[in-house]
Each structure stands twice: as structure tokens, then as C-alpha cells.
């Protein structure tokens, strides 16, 4: 019986499309990626434009038509952890797609991003659980699909992908964490705040996952890594990059203070 590959594997996680299945899956595949029971044999190459499995609900629609998530009620807060589960449910297709899509980078890359893909798969599932104690699942509140956006967009390549996921998408996750944290704990939701603490530890680790990869792969290909990255910014982040900026945290995931600043300098400038 032949071993199976890691690539088929991720390919499967981000096929399935029950959300809750996905992140068991997830992490059964990163036990036995850990475990030595799946291969790196490339048998096919990856299809160009994958689209990953979704439940029927949520609702997908643009950002601005979401509802306000006002942390002192209940109902608000419900509305706060579906956007959240939304974001790490995204993540965990992320982080596959990461592994199916870019198949010659250094072995390494790929403990990595199982690690990843484990780690946001217990994220949705903190908060699903934390959803369902109030009454409500992911599904029950629309989303919008802007993470899935930017796979689309850097499907081509592992340095762009790297540059416009982790360093940019979910480092502003980083950003955000500290001011959502304070409004939890004013509502004295301090399960939430728990869970908060959790994802800003792990996605510390996962931001600095992406930049370990973004400067292997600028280094080889003799790139300078800030103007590289300021560059594709502006070619492929059409949003505008606000701050302030999480700089503890984001110093920890490896950006620099020279970055940091000129971030800064940018945002300032928009």
C-alpha cells in the first residue's frame, strides 16, 4: 500500500468543506505529518486555481454590509467570535494551500506550515466552542471572503504569498488583537480573553513563520527584503494599511525596527 503524501493530504483539509471536520482533519493530518506516516512524494502537480470547501452558510458578502460587533452584549460578542472563527477558519485553508500550492522549498517549510495549519484549526475550534456557549455556530452571521482574496492573487508565487499573507494579513491580526482584548475584558468575557491570549501567542509564531521564509526566499533570489516588500505592497494590498501597530508583537515575529518605522511612516502617509 503506498504511503500517503503530505500534498494529498492538504489537498483533502482544504477540500473538505464541514467546517468542524476541516479542523479535525487538519489536525489529524499534522499528527501524522509529526508521526512519519505521510510522504513528501510529488505525484501530481497542483491544481492552478483550487478553491477550498466551504459550508453553505455563512453568507459571504462585502465587508461593509457586516454588522457592527458591540462586545457588551452577548449577541455582539456572538458576532465577534463568528468574525474571528470566519478569519481562522480562512487561516486553516491558508496554511494548506501554503503546503499543496508550493512544492520545492526546503523541508523545513513544511513542518512549518502543518504546524501552522494545526495550530489555526484548535484557534476555530476555541471559538466555535465559545460560539455554541452562546447560543450560536460558525454560519449563523455573514462574512467576507477578503483572506481567500489574496490567495487567489499570490497563488504564482511563495514569496509573494509569504510577503501578503503572514507579514501583512495576519500580522494586522496582531495589531488588532490588543484593543479587541481590552473591550472582552471591560465585558468581563474572560473566557474570551483566554481565548484571545491563545491566537496572539500562536499567530505571534505563525507571523514569524512567514518572515523566516519571506527572507529565505528574498535572499536567494538576491532581493533586498524591505524595499521587496514595501513594493509589493503597493502592488497588490489595495486596502490601506493602518495602524498603530502592534510593535511588541511584530518585533517578536521578526520585523524589523527600521521596518516597523517605515511602516509607520507609510500608513501615516495614506
Known amino acids: 500500500m503506498n504511503t500517503p503524501t503530505l500534498y494529498q ?39 492552478a486555481a483550487l478553491e477550498p470547501g466551504r459550508p453553505e452558510r455563512p453568507e459571504l458578502v462585502a465587508s461593509r454590509q457586516l454588522g457592527r460587533r458591540r462586545t457588551g452584549s452577548s449577541a455582539g460578542r456572538a458576532m465577534l467570535y ?16 501554503a503546503i499543496y500550492r508550493f512544492r520545492s522549498m526546503p523541508a523545513d517549510y513544511y513542518d512549518d506550515w502543518v504546524r ?16 455554541r456557549e452562546l447560543g450560536h455556530q460558525y454560519g449563523d452571521f455573514p462574512a467576507h471572503d477578503g483572506l481567500w482574496t489574496m490567495a487567489r492573487k499570490t497563488a504564482h508565487d511563495p514569496l509573494v504569498r509569504m510577503a501578503l499573507v503572514p507579514r501583512t494579513l495576519e500580522a494586522r491580526g496582531l495589531d488588532a488583537n490588543p484593543a479587541l482584548r481590552d473591550k472582552l475584558s471591560r465585558a468581563g468575557d474572560a473566557r474570551g480573553v483566554e481565548i484571545l491570549d491563545i491566537i496572539l501567542r500562536d499567530e505571534i509564531g505563525h507571523v514569524a513563520i512567514g518572515n523566516r521564509w519571506y527572507h529565505h526566499l528574498c535572499q536567494q533570489r538576491g532581493l533586498d527584503p524591505q524595499q521587496t516588500y514595501i513594493e509589493l505592497l503597493q502592488q497588490y494590498f489595495t486596502a490601506s494599511l493602518r495602524g ?27
Do not use: M
Request: net charge negative.
Open 244 to 270: 498603530p501597530f502592534h510593535v511588541e508583537a511584530r518585533l517578536e515575529a521578526g520585523f524589523s525596527a527600521d521596518e516597523l518605522q517605515q511602516l509607520t511612516e507609510l500608513s501615516s502617509g495614506q
Open 116 to 131: 501552522v495549519a494545526d495550530e489555526e484549526a484548535c484557534h476555530f475550534s476555541l471559538l466555535q466552542a465559545r460560539l
Open 9 to 47: 493530504l492538504a489537498e483533502r483539509c482544504l477540500a473538505e468543506s464541514d467546517a468542524d471536520y476541516k479542523a479535525r482533519l487538519s489536525k489529524q493530518t499534522a499528527e501524522d505529518w509529526r508521526g512519519g506516516r505521510l510522504s513528501r512524494a510529488v505525484d501530481a502537480e497542483p491544481v
Open 82 to 97: 463568528h468574525a474571528l472563527a470566519h478569519i481562522e477558519f480562512n487561516a486553516i485553508n491558508l496554511a494548506w494551500d
